[in-house]
């Protein structure tokens, strides 16, 4: 028998998970419905460096990302629990004029030859979802294993829903401007890199980045604009390493451990948090769109979704 809800919250990754926390930290009855577990989630295989990235729109997004930043620097002092950790690296060939607004807030940040240096949350995203269900458990929300068809299955059974299927979206609203950006990575043994490193020219298929997780070191990347190919491509793997080994000269030996692929959840339009009325009388908020950002923009877009809850 399903437990009694106010709320649903369709997905069940990192925006779909924080959304519902905030909910039910608010006193309200929450579930997660998700097709997949979180760790299966295209959330779990994101690299994951806070930074405002392929995310759109430009003038909403620095508010949302300096909220989300906050929250995991509180969150980086206990990271064994939850995954989150302050580290310092460098974006190769990045200025602080050519960013927005936000980057003046940006505490730590330098310009060097190489680029900016600066010291930001990296997040052990498989450790840091599930602390994220851990911390919705204590607050009563309730996650369940559900393939929705359709938005009305939970509004039948709460009077709000709240979308956050990601790519799922374009079949579920059904919106027709999200569309898949497909990232490839390989995680390698670590050398003993301690600091992140990424260079990325948003108008590239193909970008270089190293973040040292406590699994491995995270070998990246690409963004490969409607590409729904889920496996790993054995040549782009190759490349990705190759690439990184011209930054770390010692990744070129390191042992592979894991090929991983994650399916970028974008919207041509930009992230979409909006509220509508549904035919039987209950309400749909949506949240998703985040593109290659969705760990950068988390809560701030949890927090501006909550709000249309009520």
């Given at each position: ?17 924080t959304t519902a ?69 460098v ?48 607050a ?22 709240v ?80 690439r ?37 009388g ?29």
């Amino acid at each position: 028998m399903s437990t009694v809800a106010d709320v649903i919250v369709v997905g069940g990754g990192i925006s779909g998970l924080t959304t519902a926390l905030l909910l039910a930290e608010r006193g309200l009855r929450v579930r997660v419905w998700s097709r997949d577990p979180a760790g299966a989630t295209t959330s779990a295989v994101a690299g994951a460096l806070w930074w405002p990235y392929r995310i759109e729109p430009e003038e909403q997004v620095g508010a949302w990302s300096l909220e989300t930043l906050r929250v995991y620097e509180e969150l980086a002092a206990d990271p064994s629990a939850t995954g989150v950790r302050l580290v310092t690296g460098v974006h190769g060939g990045e200025r602080l004029a050519a960013l927005g607004p936000w980057a003046r807030e940006l505490r730590t940040a330098s310009e060097v030859a190489e680029g900016l240096r600066v010291t930001l949350p990296l997040i052990d995203m498989p450790a840091h979802l599930r602390w994220l269900e851990g911390r919705l458990a204590a607050a009563g929300g309730v996650v369940e294993r559900r393939t929705v068809r359709g938005f009305a299955e939970a509004a039948a059974e709460a009077r709000v829903v709240v979308n956050c299927t990601g790519l799922g979206a374009r079949e579920l609203v059904p919106d027709p401007l999200v569309r898949p950006v497909r990232g490839q990575l390989v995680v390698v043994e670590n050398p003993g890199i301690e600091e992140w490193f990424t260079r990325a020219d948003p108008a590239a298929s193909a970008t270089t980045y190293l973040f040292p997780q406590p699994f491995g070191l995270v070998l990246g990347g690409t963004a490969e604009v409607d590409d729904p190919r889920a496996e790993p491509d054995d040549r782009t793997a190759r490349e990705i390493v190759a690439r990184c080994a011209r930054v770390r000269p010692e990744i070129a030996g390191a042992r592979i451990i894991a090929h991983r692929v994650g399916l970028r959840p974008a919207r041509d339009a930009g992230v979409r948090i909006e509220a509508e009325d549904l035919p039987g009388g209950g309400l749909l908020v949506h949240n998703y769109g985040h593109g290659g950002a969705g760990v950068t923009v988390a809560r701030g877009c949890a927090r501006a979704a909550a709000r249309l809850v009520g």
